[in-house]
């Protein structure tokens, strides 16, 4: 059973950066998709960022409200992916859940495997 535990959530202030990770309890390796939704009170969850087995400088997708601000990285080694935000504003205020699938595509719009998520609050 793959497990998805996500930290460095927290409360800052617009402008500021934090960084997410997500460790995984099984070799990420096997899953090409792994990525990071968002979910915001009232709305829908969306995809914020999704990379491929081959890392950061191959592929990545990222929702438009985050390009240039937000970076995905994976570490297949260490089995953990993380999520760089930068300049971030009161609109990125949610709960962060990482993601995972096996078929990269599949991702895209949703994930077989789940975190318990992670709370980021930006104030402004």
């Known amino acids: 059973q793959v497990q998805l535990v996500e930290s460095g959530g927290g409360l800052v202030q617009a402008g500021g950066s934090l960084r997410l990770s997500c460790a995984a309890s099984?070799?990420?390796?096997?899953?090409?998709?792994m990525g990071w939704f968002r979910q915001a009170p009232g709305k829908q969850r969306e995809l914020v960022a999704a990379?491929?087995?081959?890392?950061?400088?191959?592929?990545?997708d990222y929702a438009d409200s985050v390009k240039g601000r937000f970076t995905i990285h994976r570490d297949n080694a260490k089995n953990v992916v993380y999520l760089q935000m930068n300049s971030l504003e009161p609109e990125d205020t949610g709960v962060y859940y990482c993601?995972?699938?096996?078929?990269?595509?599949?991702?895209?719009?949703?994930?077989?495997?789940w975190g318990q998520g992670t709370q980021v609050t930006v104030s402004s």
């Open positions: 993601a995972a699938d096996p078929i990269y595509r599949r991702l895209l719009s949703s994930a077989t495997y």
């Open positions: 099984v070799s990420i390796f096997d899953m090409d998709g």
């Open positions: 990379i491929t087995r081959g890392g950061i400088s191959n592929y990545a």
